[in-house]
C-alpha cells in the first residue's frame, strides 16, 4: 500500500529471536536458581524469620491556651486487636472475649467486619480495656491466639474547656475515608483523624508522623526480634498554642448559664479570639471509647442543637445594630448633615402608603440628630433617613464590612450568612412583590432577610474599632497577623460613628447604659432583634481600650429579650473581667 | 462474522495469536490482583481499577483501529510534536510526587513521555523507511539517535530515567532490521560498553582485546579505525578519574539522586530483599492463590505493579513463572513474525519498535524483581496495575493491528 516494500532479512529475524530467547532463559535460570535450588533457603527464612515493617507512633501535639494551661492532652488506652488468620477457633474465642469485657458478640461481630483490612492484618474489636480485663486477657493466653492488646492515645480535654466547640474531636477513619486524605501521612483505618473543630484545622500540624520498625516475626506473626538496622523514628505532632485565655472563657461561659447564646471577645489589635463561649454546648468526652448510638441521637435531635458552633454556623438577625450601616452610607456619601435633626414622634408612615411604622419608643424622641438617633437607636430617625440610599449601595456597605462572607478564622465549616439585594428579593417574592424603599426600612433595622454569624458581628465591630484597618480573626496564637482588606472611609465619618457608639453606652438615655464602667471607656451598640422564634434575641456589639490595647465583644442571647437590658449587662462584667473587679468570681 | 474476522484481523493470520496471548497475559493479571487485593470488589480496589482500565483501554483499541497506515505515515511528525509539546504540559502542573511526569485527567493519571516512546518509533520509521537507499552509508544512524536523544533530553528532565532509557532500546533493533551495517551498530555501543567496562582493570583489558579483533575483522580506512579505538580506550580511561576526582562525592550523590528520584528512603535494597525472599519462598509449584505469606502480610512493597512477577513468583511457584515467561515469549515472537510478513517496510519498523519498547519494560521489570537491575518503576506490559500504561499498552496494539492489515 505504500511506497516502499518490505525487505526485512530472515538474518535480522534470527538475530532479534536469539537476543530474545538468550534473556528470557537468562531470566527463567535466575528464577530457577532462586525457586528450585535456593527453595529451602527462602522457604525457611520466609517462615522463620519474615521481617515485618510496623508502623511506630508518636503523641499527637498538645492544644494550650494562651496562658500555656493545657486544653487538650493525650490519655493513653488499651486496645484490643484481633489478626484474622491466626484464629483458631472465632466463634469460642469471641465468646471468651465477650465473658471478659461484657461486649456482646454481635457487637464484636460487627466491629470485627468494619474494620477488617485482610487476612494478615490486625483488626481492633475492643476498646478502652481496664487493667482487670487485660490481665484476664493475659491468663487466657493460650486459648486467645491471634489477640492482641496495644496502647492507643486518645484524646483528654481539660475540665475547664470540655465544651469548648472550637476544640473539635478526633474520629476513627474507616477504609472508605482514606483514598480522599493526603498519602504523604500514610493514614490508615482504625487510626485517629482530625474531624472538626481545631483538630481538624491543624490536622497536619498536631499529626505525628509515623515511623517505621522492622521486627522479625515467624510464621504465626510472632514478634522474634526487633531489628534496629533503617528503623525510622516515629516523631510527636506539634503543639498548638491557642489566643483563648481558659479563664476569660471559663468566666464568659458562666455568665450565659441557663441561656442560650454565644459570647466572643477578641484583641482587636491582633485578631486574637480571647473567648468563644456557645452555649449550649455538650462534653466533647462522647468523643472518647464507646459512644452509644442513643447518646448520639439524644444530642443530634436535641432541639436546642447543643453540637452546633454558634459562633461560626448560627445565623441570626442582626437587629439595630445594622443602623450604623445606614449611619456609614449618611456620613460617607453626604446625604444629609449629621447634626441636622428630625422629629420623632413615635411613628413612620411612608410617602404614598398607609401602614404605620412604629418606633420601639411609642411616644417618640423627639427632636434627633444622628448621634442621638445611634445612641437611644431611635427607629424613626432611620426609617425616614434610608429614604435617601439606593438599596444597590447599602448591601454593598454591608458586604465591604464582611457580612456574607467569610472571617476566614481558622475553623472549618463557616457559614457565610445572607445580605439580602436585588436578585434576592426578586427571585423570593417576584419582580413586583416588592419595593426597595419598603425593604430598606427593615433592613436598616438589621431585619427581614438578613442572617448573620456572631463571628461576622465581631469582625464588624472591629472594623470599626479599628478604623478600616482590622487584624483578621483567628485562634492559634502563633498565626502571623494578616489583615482584611482596608475599609476606606474619611476620619470625619469613622468619628461620628464610633462618637455614636460612645453615646450608645455613656449618655444619658443611651440604650446600652447597663454596660457602663467607670474604670474603662466601654463603645457600643445593642440591637433587639425580632425573629420567628420568640422572644427576640437580645446583642450586645462592644469595643474598648484597656492598657495600650484594644478589645472587642460580642454578646448574643438567644431570644433573650431587649439588647439593652439583657445583653448590655453581661458586656459590662466582661469589661470588669478585665479592670480585675470580677477576679474573685474568676477564681472560684 | 467474516466482516468481524477481517476487522479485528484483517488479513494477517498471526493477529489472532497474538490476541490470544495478550488475553492470557491480561487474565493472568487479574488473577494475581485479585489475590492480592484487601477488598478485590469495591471500587477502590486495584483489582477493580484495573478492570474499568483494560475496559476503557479496550474501547481506545476499536476507536483507534479505524485510522489508516497511511494517515499514520503521512502525519509522523505532527504525532510526534504533539506528544512531544504534551510532555511539556505537567511543567506547568502541581508536581505529582516531585516529579513531573503525570497529567490529572481526574479519573486518572497519564504519562505523556509514555506517549512520545511511540511518536519517536514512527518518526524513526519514517526517516528510515524514507532513506532506504542510504541505509548503507554510516551517517544514515545519527539522524535517528537525535530524535531519541531530543526525546529523552526532555523526559529525562521530568525526571523521569526509566522512561528517558527507554526511548534509546528501540533505536538498535530498528536500525539493524533497517539493515544498516553492522560495524556501525557496533561503533555505536562501543563507548557505553567502554564506560562500563573501565570499572574493572581485567575486564577493561579484556574489552580491549576484544575490540581489537572486532575492528581487524571489519572493513575501512585504518586511519579511521585507529582513531576510534584510540577515543574508545581514551574515554575507558578517563572516566573513572572524572567520576572519583573530577566530581566530588556530594555532587556524585546529587547525580545520584537526581537520576533516581523515586529511590525509597528505606534502601531499595530491602525491597529486593523482600521481593527475592517471596520468589524464592514460592519454589516449584508456589504456595497457592492468594496464600503468599510474603505478599499477604505487606513485606512485599508496591506488590501491584512493580512486584508483580514475584507475587506470582511466590503464589503459582516456578511454574507460574515459566507460564508467563512463555506468555511473554510468545508474545514477543508473533510481534517479530508480523515485523517479519509486514508487506511494507514503514510498519515493519514500527512494529520492530514497539517490540523493542514492550520487551525491554519485561526484561527490565522482571530482572528487577529477582536482583538483577537496580529498583526502577517500570512495570510489565498488560499484567501490572496501572491505567496510562495498560492504555499506551493497547494503542501499540492497534498500532499492531492496523498495520499489519494491509
Redesign the interface.
Known amino acids: 500500500?505504500?511506497k516502499?516494500?518490505?525487505?526485512?532479512?530472515?538474518f535480522?529475524?534470527r538475530?532479534?529471536?536469539f537476543v530474545?530467547?538468550l534473556?528470557?532463559l537468562t531470566?527463567?535460570s535466575?528464577?530457577?536458581y532462586?525457586?528450585?535450588i535456593?527453595?529451602e533457603?527462602?522457604?525457611s527464612?520466609?517462615?522463620v524469620n519474615?521481617?515485618?515493617?510496623q508502623a511506630t507512633y508518636a503523641p499527637r501535639g498538645l492544644i494550650l491556651d494562651r496562658n500555656g494551661v493545657v486544653l487538650v492532652e493525650n490519655y493513653p488506652t488499651y486496645i484490643l486487636t484481633v489478626t484474622p488468620y491466626e484464629l483458631d477457633n472465632k466463634e469460642a474465642q469471641f465468646q471468651i472475649i465477650s465473658d471478659i469485657t461484657n461486649i456482646s458478640i454481635d457487637e464484636l461481630s460487627r466491629r470485627y467486619k468494619k474494620y477488617y483490612?485482610?487476612?494478615?492484618?490486625p483488626t481492633v474489636i475492643a476498646k478502652n480495656l481496664t487493667f482487670a480485663e487485660i490481665s484476664q486477657i493475659e491468663e487466657r493466653r493460650l486459648e486467645l491466639s491471634g489477640f492482641q492488646y496495644k496502647r492507643f492515645d486518645e484524646r483528654l480535654y481539660n475540665d475547664v474547656l470540655k465544651d469548648a466547640h472550637f476544640l473539635g474531636y478526633l474520629r476513627e477513619l474507616d477504609?472508605e475515608s482514606i483514598?480522599f486524605l493526603d498519602k504523604s501521612q500514610l493514614y490508615r483505618a482504625g487510626e485517629l483523624i482530625g474531624w472538626q473543630g481545631l483538630e481538624k484545622q491543624y490536622e497536619t500540624e498536631l499529626r505525628y508522623s509515623k515511623g517505621?520498625e522492622y521486627i522479625e516475626v515467624d510464621?504465626y506473626?510472632r514478634e522474634i526480634n526487633t531489628i534496629n538496622e533503617?528503623n525510622?523514628p516515629a516523631y510527636p505532632g506539634k503543639n498548638l498554642t491557642l489566643s483563648i485565655d481558659s479563664k476569660l472563657q471559663k468566666f464568659s461561659k458562666n455568665l450565659l448559664i441557663d441561656k442560650k447564646g454565644v459570647i466572643l471577645v477578641s484583641n482587636v489589635d491582633s485578631g486574637d479570639i480571647l473567648s468563644m463561649v456557645s452555649n449550649p454546648s455538650y462534653n466533647l468526652d462522647i468523643y472518647r471509647g464507646e459512644t452509644t448510638d442513643s447518646d448520639w441521637s439524644n444530642l443530634l435531635s436535641d432541639e436546642d442543637k447543643p453540637i452546633i458552633n454558634r459562633n461560626i454556623a448560627g445565623l441570626y438577625p442582626p437587629g439595630s445594630s445594622f443602623k450604623i450601616i445606614t449611619a456609614f452610607n449618611l456620613i460617607e456619601d453626604g446625604l444629609l448633615d449629621p447634626e441636622d435633626s428630625l422629629m420623632c414622634t413615635g411613628s413612620y408612615i411612608p410617602p404614598g402608603s398607609s401602614n404605620t411604622f412604629n418606633c420601639w419608643k411609642g411616644d417618640g424622641h423627639g427632636l434627633v440628630d444622628l448621634n442621638k438617633a445611634i445612641a437611644q437607636s431611635c427607629n424613626v430617625y432611620f426609617y425616614e433617613t434610608v429614604q435617601l440610599i439606593k438599596l444597590a449601595d447599602w448591601t454593598k456597605t454591608a458586604k465591604i464590612f464582611g457580612f456574607q462572607n467569610k472571617t476566614n478564622i481558622d475553623l472549618p465549616n463557616e457559614l457565610i450568612g445572607q445580605i439580602p439585594d436585588k436578585e434576592f428579593f426578586i427571585n423570593t417574592y417576584g419582580r413586583w412583590g416588592w419595593s426597595e424603599r419598603g425593604v430598606l426600612l427593615n433592613l436598616t433595622l438589621g431585619q427581614g432577610d438578613i442572617l448573620v454569624t456572631p463571628l461576622q458581628s465581631l469582625r464588624y465591630i472591629n472594623h470599626i474599632a479599628s478604623r478600616g484597618k482590622t487584624a483578621k480573626l483567628k485562634l492559634n496564637a502563633n498565626k502571623k497577623v494578616e489583615y482584611y482588606d482596608d475599609i476606606l472611609l474619611a476620619d470625619q465619618t469613622w468619628d461620628r460613628v464610633i462618637n455614636g457608639l460612645y453615646d450608645v453606652v455613656n449618655s444619658e438615655g443611651g440604650s446600652g447604659w447597663r454596660a457602663k464602667q467607670s474604670k474603662v471607656k466601654l463603645y457600643g451598640k445593642t440591637s433587639t432583634a425580632e425573629n420567628p422564634h420568640g422572644e427576640p434575641h437580645a446583642w450586645f456589639n462592644g469595643f474598648f481600650d484597656f492598657e495600650g490595647q484594644t478589645y472587642s465583644l460580642v454578646v448574643l442571647v438567644e431570644n433573650g429579650g431587649g439588647g439593652g437590658a439583657v445583653a448590655s449587662p453581661i458586656a459590662g462584667e466582661i469589661v470588669k473581667f478585665f479592670t480585675s473587679e470580677q477576679i474573685e468570681i474568676v477564681n472560684k | 462474522m467474516s466482516f468481524f474476522n477481517n476487522y479485528i484481523y484483517g488479513s494477517n493470520e498471526y493477529l489472532g495469536r497474538l490476541y490470544l496471548i495478550v488475553s492470557s497475559l491480561i487474565t493472568f493479571g487479574l488473577i494475581t490482583l485479585y489475590s492480592i487485593s484487601?477488598?478485590p470488589l469495591s471500587i477502590?480496589s486495584s483489582f477493580m481499577r484495573q478492570l474499568i482500565f483494560i475496559i476503557f483501554s479496550l474501547f481506545v483499541f476499536f476507536v483507534l483501529n479505524q485510522i489508516n497506515?497511511?494517515t499514520i505515515?503521512d502525519n509522523s511528525t505532527l504525532i510526534y510534536i504533539i506528544s512531544f509539546l504534551l510532555c511539556f504540559v505537567p511543567f506547568f502542573l502541581t508536581p505529582v510526587e516531585n516529579t513531573y511526569r503525570w497529567i490529572d485527567l481526574g479519573f486518572f493519571y497519564i504519562q505523556p513521555g509514555e506517549y512520545l516512546k511511540c511518536a519517536t518509533i514512527i518518526l524513526i520509521a519514517k526517516y528510515l523507511?524514507n532513506h532506504?537507499l542510504e541505509v548503507k552509508e554510516g551517517y544514515i544512524v545519527f539522524i535517528p539517535i537525535l530524535i531519541a536523544l531530543l526525546s529523552s533530553f526532555l523526559v529525562l528532565n521530568q525526571p523521569d530515567l526509566g522512561t528517558a532509557v527507554i526511548i534509546f532500546a528501540p533505536v538498535l533493533?530498528m536500525m539493524?532490521?533497517a539493515?544498516v551495517n553492522g560495524f556501525t551498530l557496533f561503533l555505536l555501543i562501543a563507548p557505553a560498553i567502554t564506560i562500563i567496562a573501565a570499572s574493572n582493570n581485567m575486564i577493561f583489558n579484556i574489552w580491549g582485546v576484544l575490540m581489537f579483533i572486532i575492528f581487524m575483522t571489519f572493513q575501512g580506512s585504518l586511519f579511521k579505525k585507529v582513531l576510534i579505538y584510540f577515543a574508545n580506550i581514551f574515554t575507558g580511561l578517563l572516566f573513572p578519574f572524572f567520576w572519583n576526582d573530577f566530581l566530588n562525592g556530594y555532587q556524585r550523590q546529587r547525580f545520584i539522586d537526581f537520576l533516581n528520584p523515586d529511590l525509597d528512603?528505606?534502601?531499595s535494597s530491602?525491597h529486593i530483599?523482600?521481593s527475592?525472599?517471596?520468589?524464592?519462598?514460592?519454589?516449584?509449584f508456589g504456595k497457592g492463590w492468594g496464600q503468599g505469606?510474603?505478599t499477604?502480610?505487606?513485606?512485599l512493597p508496591v506488590q501491584e505493579s512493580d512486584f508483580i512477577l514475584s507475587v506470582i513468583?511466590e503464589e503459582f511457584?516456578?511454574f507460574g513463572?515459566?507460564a508467563i515467561?512463555f506468555l511473554?515469549?510468545m508474545l514477543?515472537?508473533t510481534l517479530?513474525d508480523i515485523?517479519?510478513k509486514?508487506?511494507?517496510?514503514?510498519?515493519?519498523l514500527v512494529i520492530?519498535g514497539l517490540t523493542s519498547i514492550l520487551?525491554s519494560h519485561i526484561?527490565v521489570n522482571?530482572?528487577m524483581t529477582?536482583g538483577?537491575m537496580p529498583v526502577k518503576g517500570l512495570p510489565t506490559p498488560f499484567v501490572s496495575a496501572g491505567g496510562s500504561f495498560m492504555l499506551l499498552c493497547f494503542i501499540m496494539l492497534s498500532l499492531v493491528s492496523n498495520l499489519s492489515k494491509?
Open positions: 500500500m505504500l516502499i516494500e518490505n525487505k526485512a532479512d530472515i535480522h529475524y538475530t532479534l529471536l530474545l530467547v534473556s528470557i531470566l527463567l535466575r528464577y530457577f532462586l525457586q528450585v535456593e527453595y533457603r527462602y522457604s527464612k520466609s517462615q519474615s521481617v515485618r515493617a483490612q485482610g487476612r494478615f492484618l477504609r483514598p517505621i510464621t506473626g533503617n525510622i | 484487601t477488598d477502590s497506515v497511511k505515515h523507511s532506504q533493533p539493524l532490521w539493515g528512603p528505606m534502601g530491602y530483599i523482600q527475592i525472599t517471596a520468589i524464592g519462598s514460592g519454589g516449584m505469606s510474603q499477604q502480610l505487606k513485606f513468583a511457584g516456578f513463572i515459566a515467561m511473554f515469549f514477543i515472537k517479530l515485523a517479519f509486514s508487506s511494507d517496510y514503514f510498519s515493519s520492530i520487551f526484561f522482571s530482572a529477582i538483577l494491509n
